[in-house]
């Protein structure tokens, strides 16, 4: 079954202070892996989008990395501000003849506090 | 340059009721996805439109129907309203199908 899987739910640190979020998926044929920043009850905003032979992308303060072999992911956040405070969801694309699908999952909500 | 615009942000309807959610892509833009995110939950595809043709279905009754127009604008239908349609639901433009999708604000529904 294609998946993809976040950890963890939810996370709470300190302003300044940096955390990584993770992504694992069993996804195939695979296209490409985006990171999304969705604030509560807006649209997701890309972060990152990487193909199968892209190992790591930044993005300001955001670095994403790739492992195709073991399919994982994650997000790195280095002195995170208030505004980091969202959900950040991890999107795999799964080749199809017309088009990718997008397989979503379910985010890891981040609270930043002062 | 406007983003990816929906209208209306939020919408309270009764089940059995019809509604209908409007979505205009980023000017250049050829392809719309519509999502649908229930609370708690990542966005869950519904249907992809390029060129004003069904390029992509989720798993969604046929309660749900979409088009696309000449000005790559597009709606989204639902019809016979359940409780459980009460979510966000996300339009995203691209310039083709493969492309980075790009997201609106959403339509917050709500079903009673």
């Known amino acids: 079954k294609n998946q993809v899987e976040q950890s963890p739910q939810s996370l709470i640190i300190l302003e300044g202070k940096n955390c990584t979020l993770q992504?694992?998926?069993?996804?195939?044929?695979?296209?490409?892996l985006r990171w999304y920043k969705q604030d509560t009850g807006r649209g997701p905003v890309s972060l990152t989008i990487?193909?199968?032979?892209?190992n790591t992308k930044s993005n300001g303060r955001y670095t994403a990395t790739l492992d195709a072999d073991t399919k994982q992911s994650s997000l790195h956040i280095t002195a995170s501000q208030l505004s980091d405070s969202a959900s950040y969801i991890c999107?795999?694309?799964?080749?199809?003849?017309?088009?990718?699908?997008?397989?979503f999952g379910t985010g890891t909500r981040l609270q930043v506090f002062p | 340059d406007a983003g990816v615009t929906q209208s209306p942000t939020h919408l309270i309807k009764t089940r059995g009721q019809h509604v209908t959610l409007r979505c205009s892509p980023i000017?250049?833009?050829?392809?719309v996805s519509w999502y649908q995110q229930v609370l708690g939950q990542g966005p869950q595809f519904i249907f992809q439109?390029?060129?004003?043709?069904?390029?992509g279905r989720g798993n969604f009754p046929d309660r749900f129907s979409a088009r696309q127009f000449p000005n790559y604008s597009s709606e989204l239908n639902v019809n016979a309203l359940l409780l459980g349609d009460s979510a966000l639901y996300l339009c995203?433009?691209?310039?083709?199908?493969?492309?980075?999708?790009?997201f609106g604000p959403g339509t917050r529904l709500l079903v009673l």
């Open positions: 000017s250049g833009h050829k392809s």
């Open positions: 439109y390029y060129e004003k043709e069904e390029r």
């Open positions: 995203a433009s691209s310039l083709g199908t493969k492309e980075t999708q790009y």
């Open positions: 992504c694992n998926y069993t996804v195939s044929p695979f296209s490409n």
């Open positions: 999107v795999v694309a799964q080749i199809s003849y017309n088009t990718d699908k997008l397989i």
């Open positions: 990487m193909t199968f032979s892209e």
